[in-house]
Nanobody, 128 residues
Framework: QVQLVESGGGLVQPGGSLRLSCTASGFTLDYYAIGWFRQAPGKEREGVACITSSGDSTYYTDSVQGRFTISRDNAKNTVYLQMNSLKPEDTAVYYC?????????????????????WGQGTQVTVSS
């Protein structure tokens, strides 16, 4: 069964860091671009970062640019999201998904879900 599993969330103070992991069960991530998405209570799911299958290119939404870093280790079948300088507005459930679509406008990127193969997500709470 094809499944994505997110982990690494938790409670952190403003300014702190977390590293999220996205692993695959039942298939190999090597051939897929991977996106990280988040959904806060009462808000729509938004894409925050994307990495190509080769890892050569990465894309970020403006709100996380310079604070979040997406990376992948295909040998471990895992994609990571390093989150630094966390803010209360980063609080959300974070998900990963395959094959996101990227649109660009005036130098900003928007990351859209395509394959709705959502896992259970991992909760990130930024609070003092």
């Amino acid at each position: 069964q094809v499944q994505l599993v997110e982990s690494g969330g938790g409670l952190v103070q403003p300014g702190g860091s977390l590293r999220l992991s996205c692993t695959a069960s039942g298939f190999t991530l090597d051939y897929y671009a991977i996106g990280w998405f988040r959904q806060a209570p009462g808000k729509e799911r938004e894409g925050v970062a994307c990495i190509t299958s080769s890892g050569d290119s990465t894309y970020y939404t403006d709100s996380v640019q310079g604070r979040f870093t997406i990376s992948r280790d295909n040998a471990k079948n895992t994609v990571y999201l390093q989150m630094n300088s966390l803010k209360p507005e980063d609080t959300a459930v974070y998900y990963c998904a395959t094959n996101p679509r990227i649109t660009a406008y005036n130098g900003s990127y928007k990351i859209h879900p395509v394959d709705n193969n959502w896992g259970q997500g991992t909760q990130v709470t930024v609070s003092s």
